[in-house]
């Protein structure tokens, strides 16, 4: 089970940090992503670091901006977001998949958390 949470409202240029943790199971087998989805669009990659850490992919739209990290002794994953801007405005939702292989598509991730709304407005 994966529960995000650290999502509210925050002013353009702001940051946030969301949090999604990992219930149980061993985690740090696990690829974990995140994935966002804005009203009236379609789902989008945000970012995906691989079991150890070692490995970061992030979407195009966030370059730059995001950071995502890991704690495995604690089962979470982070995702730091800075420069915010209004277009940022979605649910951001966490995913796990087992494994290592890399992978961008939400359809390859097996577990997803319930999602937690990110606002950005003035």
């Known amino acids: 089970q994966l529960v995000e949470f650290g999502g509210g409202l925050v002013q353009p240029g702001g940051s946030l940090r969301l949090s999604c943790a990992a219930s149980?199971?061993?985690?740090?087998?696990?690829?974990m992503a995140w994935f966002r989805q804005a009203p009236g669009k379609e789902r989008e990659f945000v970012a995906t670091?691989?079991?150890?850490?070692?490995?970061?992919v992030y979407g195009d739209s966030v370059k730059n901006r995001f950071i995502i990290s890991r704690d495995n002794l604690k089962n979470l994953v982070f995702l730091q977001m800075s420069g915010l801007k209004p277009e940022d405005t979605a649910v951001y939702y966490c995913?796990?998949?087992?494994?290592?292989?890399?992978?961008?598509?939400?359809?390859?991730?097996?577990?997803w958390g319930q999602g937690t709304q990110v606002t950005v407005s003035s």
């Open positions: 149980e199971g061993s985690f740090s087998a696990y690829r």
């Open positions: 995913a796990a998949r087992l494994g290592w292989t890399k992978t961008t598509s939400g359809a390859d991730y097996a577990f």
């Open positions: 670091i691989n079991p150890a850490g070692s490995d970061i």
